[in-house]
């Protein structure tokens, strides 16, 4: 939704009507662009939203009066937290269940083959979760403002692929709304940098690597050894520049209203190891896994052999929220056994120096790339074959250029795309060392601001619009 015309059309008109309402009805514009935003979407999506935050506002009010009965309390927080859950982990996967078991073909007009979950569900529904889990806790008061709380399920910059936020932080960034200057020129001049860094990333990067990825994942037989290994890093850097474009779109749109949501990717691909990574990967979720799924179960207060299972049943959930098929269970289940390889042998291995680093932080992009392509293929099956041909299909990189410029890429695409990943590499290692967001970075100096902004807009229309063979690909991260 982010690439359109109407998106422009859509931000420009909220931020005037922002600006020029009177400081206590901010929050209600807000409210009813977001609501708006979603119908426009899809009806479907509005209708699911108004019922998850009435369902848990209502829920979150309940448990709070039932404090003092604990068993009342309880059924009402797991009755609430297990309807989501629900949702979420059945009801997303019939259609790909009854594939799978055969019956099909039996139910072809059935609605249940064409059940989809609506746009951003998954993301606030593990806000509610979260929030209900919070109250039940006794760590968040149940919010009795119904704008405050609709505008914390569904306000519009994180509604379809989040960040996952919390109550506490985004409750008290809306009720100092009414104070903001919505005119702070530094402010707006960090969120436009940040939306300018994230359409590079999604139109300039994210789209140009994914004409060659999908080129190599339609045909792998087709390709050589040195090309589908390239094609598997080329995926790689596709979902981080795409997600992570998104994200930045969506930090820059909110920052333009005085919230601030969670950074969700802190240069993730100079990690050391796996749980590094996923302090640095799609923050808000892994976190979200570790305080609501992990802790709970006990964490690492029981031993190791309690900590390894905990440990994979994040990670077997994480795969499973992330869409239907064994390809993601396989992708969640290879996270998994790597973080527990991290957590028993890898604490024991020295990363320190330039050489022991430089290796720590291959091997974990490796590891990482390699569960990418099952993340990446339609199926298990797909995915068992690209790995089986990338390490069968012999060494003729010349061969496939054909098959590739037959199909409307020219390799100076895949040329660019090679200089881009290693830019994206680049930017990343100074962030990392820095300790903070390329955005962020450039603030102090107003050349390499002004500048950084002009070569991004070029490079946008003369690489990324304009480029051979564009074609914009919707977020991925909006399917899941």
């Not at 099909?104 to 083959?113: C, F, G, R, V, Y």
């Not at 998954?122 to 919010?143: H, N």
């Not at 999604?202 to 999908?214: F, G, M, Q, T, W």
Request: proline letters at 2%; aromatic letters at 16%; glycine letters at 8%.
């Amino acid at each position: 939704m982010f690439i359109s015309f109407f998106f422009v059309l859509f931000l420009a008109v909220l931020w005037l009507l922002f600006i020029l309402a009177p400081a206590k009805y901010r929050k209600t514009v807000l409210c009813i662009f977001s609501l708006g935003f979603c119908g426009y979407i899809s009806v479907t999506a509005l209708a699911a939203l108004v019922l998850s935050t009435v369902v848990t506002f209502v829920g979150a009010i309940a448990i709070e009066k039932n404090s003092e009965d604990n068993k009342r309390a309880k059924a009402i927080t797991v009755f609430t937290v297990a309807l989501f859950a629900f949702v979420l982990i059945v009801v997303k996967n019939i259609p790909y269940l009854i594939k799978m078991f055969g019956f099909d073909t039996l139910s072809k007009n059935s609605i249940l083959t064409s059940i989809v979950l609506p746009v951003g569900f998954s993301f606030y529904a593990f806000q509610a979760i979260g929030y209900l889990y919070d109250v039940y806790q006794g760590k968040e008061t149940a919010e009795k403002d119904i704008v405050d709380f609709a505008l914390y399920m569904g306000f519009f910059a994180k509604l379809v692929s989040g960040p996952i936020e919390r109550k506490g932080n985004f409750s008290d960034q809306l009720k100092g709304l009414a104070g903001i200057n919505v005119i702070d020129r530094n402010r707006i001049s960090l969120a436009l940098t940040y939306m300018v860094w994230g359409y590079f990333l999604k139109l300039v990067i994210a789209d140009r690597l994914a004409l060659v990825v999908n080129q190599i994942h339609a045909a792998p037989e087709c390709f050589d050894i040195i090309w589908l290994m390239g094609g598997a890093v080329f995926y790689s850097f596709q979902v981080y520049t795409d997600f992570a474009g998104y994200t930045c779109i969506a930090i820059g749109c909110a920052m333009l209203f005085g919230i601030e949501l969670t950074q969700n990717f802190n240069s993730p691909y100079c990690s050391k190891n796996i749980t590094e990574f996923w302090r640095r990967w799609h923050i808000s979720l892994s976190s979200w896994l570790k305080d609501y799924i992990y802790i709970p179960l006990g964490g690492n207060r029981k031993g190791n052999l309690r900590k390894c299972f905990n440990t994979m049943v994040v990670f077997v959930l994480c795969g499973i929220w992330h869409g239907n098929g064994l390809s993601f269970l396989v992708w969640g289940i290879l996270h998994g056994l790597f973080s527990i390889f991290d957590s028993v042998i890898g604490k024991k291995l020295s990363t320190e120096g330039i050489v022991k680093s430089f290796i720590a932080r291959t091997v974990t992009f490796i590891a990482v790339t390699f569960a990418w392509i099952f993340f990446r293929a339609d199926s298990l099956r797909l995915s068992l074959k690209y790995i089986k041909l990338m390490f069968t299909n012999g060494i003729n990189p010349k061969g496939p250029i054909s098959f590739i410029t037959g199909n409307g890429v020219v390799m100076l695409q895949v040329y660019i795309s090679v200089a881009m990943i290693i830019l994206v590499q680049i930017i990343d290692s100074i962030c990392y060392r820095k300790k903070t967001e390329l955005p962020q970075l450039i603030q102090e100096n107003r050349m390499i601001k002004y500048g950084f902004v002009y070569v991004c807009l070029m490079a946008m229309f003369v690489i990324g619009v304009y480029g051979g063979a564009f074609k914009t690909e919707t977020f991925i991260y909006m399917q899941f």
